[in-house]
């Protein structure tokens, strides 16, 4: 298996528009996690699913962020409009169920 | 609040030494616990993980032990060289094993010096 996917692996855009980020997870896994790390607030879970179904979204940060997972391979993180201070590392994860997670290389994101 | 503290940002050490990291948390009772490695531009790697009632894991030069009444894991690194140069994470399950959400602590800087 080539472990878990994410596109783009970097990502700069301008404040207001549209940043779609894309996760492919490890056949199998049926969690899937999706973070965000900064220096200042480390490594943050904002949104997981359990079998393409959202589980938990109270990190996520407002309404401009949205994800989904329309099927156990593919799952997409969304923030529209974008703002300066959501330049952050994204990253995805999948897992079994009380295991390991296992991260993708993440997407750097960077608004202008 | 509820946090997970590591003991420090960065530790420096010789080569061939031990290196001990520590992760505490307050107001949690996991049943398990895990520990990461991230290396810049990387995403984090899994380590270990340990279940409450177990007191101690061993995987080649790493150990980590875990008391809960301490509300404390050690991570050891021993003989260490300076490919274990990395940030490592500690992660608890946040709901005693009712759920699989992870809360990560800020990470411990680790540079062995040759």
């Known amino acids: 298996d080539a472990g878990v996917i994410q596109s783009p692996r970097h990502e700069v855009t301008e404040m207001g528009q549209e940043v779609t980020l894309r996760c492919k997870p490890i056949?199998?896994?049926?969690?899937l996690f999706w973070y965000r790390q900064t220096m200042m607030r480390g490594l943050e879970l904002l949104i997981y699913f359990n079998n393409n179904v959202p589980i938990d979204d109270s990190g996520m940060p407002e309404d401009r962020f949205s994800a989904k997972m329309p099927n156990a391979s593919f799952s997409t993180l969304k923030i529209q409009p974008s703002e300066p201070r959501d330049s952050a590392v994204y990253f995805c994860?999948?897992?079994?169920?009380?295991?390991?997670?296992?991260f993708g290389p993440g997407t750097r994101l960077t608004v202008l | 609040s509820q946090k997970i503290e590591q003991n420090s940002e960065a530790l420096n050490i010789q080569e061939g030494k031990t290196a001990t990291l520590t992760c505490n948390y307050t107001n949690y009772s996991p049943a398990y616990l895990q520990w990461y490695r991230q290396d810049p531009g990387r995403g984090p790697v899994f380590l270990l993980l340990i279940r409450e009632n177990e007191k101690e894991k061993r995987k080649e030069r790493l150990k980590v032990t875990f008391d809960t009444t301490l509300k404390q894991s050690l991570f050891h690194i021993t003989a260490s060289q300076p490919a274990d140069s990395a940030t490592y994470l500690c992660a608890l399950d946040m709901y005693g094993g009712a759920t699989n959400k992870l809360i990560f602590g800020t990470g411990t800087l680790l540079a062995v010096q040759p």
């Open positions: 056949s199998g896994h049926d969690y």
């Open positions: 994860a999948s897992s079994l169920v009380f295991n390991e997670q296992f």
